[in-house]
Each structure stands twice: as structure tokens, then as C-alpha cells.
């Protein structure tokens, strides 16, 4: 069973504008999130964290935002731009475990337009 | 970057071969982290170590085992692989740092088992 879904494969948006990529995960338990960033034949590049006792958190043009109580974090990307084309993984973990594992969603797919 | 490389970058071989997979890292990072890399599936976790001779299964760990004698190299060996096997792999490093882990990745091998 999935814990954590991304249940859109893709997603396409204009140049300037604010891409959203939305985050859902079932165990309460998971404490700490990351969002990374792919482009094709390189490894997953690290974007953002948020922990749970935090509900925004921001870096640049990039905001991750949690709700805990419908267990679904979003990242924000404002403004858009051809760069941010790529493959967007978000990964969550459960501090309480004793490790440090994460698991992955199955990434949304973002093309931004020009 | 984060001062991690894997080898061989691309690998083709036949099926009930064995392969082995090397990570290097430069940090010192206590954690390191197996994953493969599917569409559909994003990144699943196959085994990772907590330090020299310490590893634990991931969620996709049949078929595969790994070995750690020393902090900088993390290897992975497919006993016999299959074409089921065919994937991207991906090291990761971390820290373990209860209040602000992130992994970083390397930047894959593709293998291809015919």
C-alpha cells in the first residue's frame, strides 16, 4: 500500500505563473518531509524540508505548506520558469522509527511553458 | 554536490549473473541508502547502513544484499539478476540528523539485465 501519493503524474504550467504539486500520505506518524527535484539521467536534487511542527516553510521561489490533519503537503513554485521543468518527488519519514528512512511518492511530472 | 559517485554508471549483463554496485562518498555521512529507480514506482528503498557493518532491508530488498566495510563505500550486489532487476539506481548519503535529515543523492546507474 502507498503511504505516500503524488496522484498526479503530471502537470503542465505557463511560464510566471504558480505551479502547484500536491503531497499525500496516510501514516500519522510521519514527522519530517522533503521535496527533491529530477531531471533526467541525474539523481534527485534536495528542494525543501518541512517538519511537523511547522505548517509553511520557504526558500526562494519554492513554499512548502503542511496540513497535518488531511495529511497533504503542497510545494509552491512562484514564479514558474522553463528551468523548473522536471520530475518532483516528495519523501516523508517518521522521526519516532529510530531510523532514517524515507519513503517516496511516485513523482508529478511539471513542464513549464514559455 | 554533494561528494558522492557510483560505478559503474551504465551496466548491461544476462540474467543470473552477479553485479556489483558501488557508492563512494567523500562526507563521512554515517547513513547510506540503496534505492531503484521505476516508472510508476518512484524511488523504493532496497537496503540502507547506519555505520560500518550495520545495514537493514528496505522495502524491495529480495534479490539483493549489501555490504559496508568502510564509512566512504556502500556496495550493492544483485546475487543473481534478473530482468525484473532492470532499473536506475540511486546512493544516497545523510547525516542523521534527527532535527534536519536530508539525503543527497548520486547520480545513478542504469542497468539493464537481458
Known amino acids: 500500500d502507498q503511504q505516500v501519493k503524488q496522484n498526479s503524474p503530471s502537470l503542465s504550467v505557463q511560464e510566471g505563473r504558480i505551479s502547484i504539486l500536491n503531497c499525500d500520505y496516510t501514516?500519522?506518524?510521519?514527522?519530517?518531509f522533503l521535496w527533491y527535484k529530477k531531471y533526467p539521467a541525474e539523481g534527485p536534487t534536495f528542494l525543501i524540508s518541512?517538519?511537523?511542527?511547522?505548517d509553511k516553510n520557504e526558500d526562494g521561489r519554492f513554499t512548502v505548506f503542511l496540513n497535518k490533519s488531511a495529511k497533504h503537503l503542497s510545494l509552491h513554485i512562484v514564479p514558474s520558469q522553463p528551468g523548473d521543468s522536471a520530475v518532483y518527488f516528495c519523501?516523508?519519514?517518521?522521526?519516532?522509527?529510530?531510523?532514517?528512512?524515507?519513503?517516496f511518492g511516485t513523482g508529478t511530472r511539471l513542464k513549464v511553458l514559455a | 554536490d554533494a561528494g558522492i559517485t557510483q560505478s559503474p554508471r551504465h551496466k548491461v549483463t544476462e540474467t543470473g549473473t552477479p553485479v556489483t554496485l558501488r557508492c563512494h562518498q567523500t562526507?563521512?555521512?554515517?547513513?547510506m541508502y540503496w534505492y531503484r529507480q521505476d516508472p510508476g514506482h518512484g524511488l523504493r528503498l532496497i537496503h540502507y547502513?547506519?555505520?560500518?557493518?550495520?545495514?537493514d532491508k528496505g522495502e524491495v530488498s529480495d534479490g539483493y544484499s549489501v555490504s559496508r566495510s568502510k564509512t566512504e563505500d556502500f556496495l550493492l550486489t544483485l546475487e543473481s539478476a534478473t530482468s525484473s532487476q532492470t532499473s536506475v539506481y540511486f546512493c544516497a548519503i545523510s547525516e542523521g540528523d534527527r532535527f534536519a535529515d536530508t539525503q543527497y543523492f548520486g547520480p545513478g546507474t542504469r542497468l539493464t539485465v537481458l
Open positions: 562526507e563521512n555521512h554515517r547513513y
Open positions: 501514516n500519522s506518524m510521519f514527522d519530517y
Open positions: 547502513s547506519y555505520g560500518v557493518k550495520d545495514t
Open positions: 518541512i517538519s511537523s511542527i511547522k
Open positions: 519523501a516523508a519519514s517518521a522521526s519516532t522509527s529510530g531510523t532514517y528512512k524515507y519513503i
